[in-house]
């Protein structure tokens, strides 16, 4: 099965910034959308950001103005960049891949989380 890879997450102080990246570990087609979600300790997983191949992005009013969404779809590879840091951002990210047409949901793909602590 394909897997998506994530890297980037890590430790970082309040204000500071990081930038994450997703990529898949194999061959992928069709992609039409890519997103970012994340699980905060204690709490269900929500979305950070979205990103269609073709439209506009969105973002959680709680990351809106620090958090930026990228894709390069030549190389399928998703990206958020994150600045301003906040201690209320720490948390397990997650990407996600969905590929297909708009009446067939080809796959839906999740990575395995990647860490981001932010510390005050």
């Known amino acids: 099965q394909v897997r998506l890879v994530e890297s980037g997450g890590g430790l970082v102080q309040a204000g500071g910034s990081l930038r994450l990246s997703c990529a898949p570990s194999g061959t992928i087609d069709s992609i039409n959308f890519m997103g970012w979600y994340r699980q905060l300790p204690g709490k269900q997983r929500e979305l950070v950001a979205t990103?269609?191949?073709?439209?506009?992005?969105n973002y959680a009013d709680s990351v809106k103005g620090r958090f930026t969404i990228s894709r390069d779809n030549a190389k399928n590879t998703l990206y958020l960049q994150m600045n301003s840091l906040e201690p209320e951002d720490t948390a397990v990210y997650y990407c996600n891949v969905r590929g297909g047409t708009r009446s067939y949901l080809k796959y839906d793909y999740w990575g395995q989380g990647t860490q981001v602590t932010v510390s005050s």
């Open positions: 990103i269609p191949r073709a439209g506009s992005t």
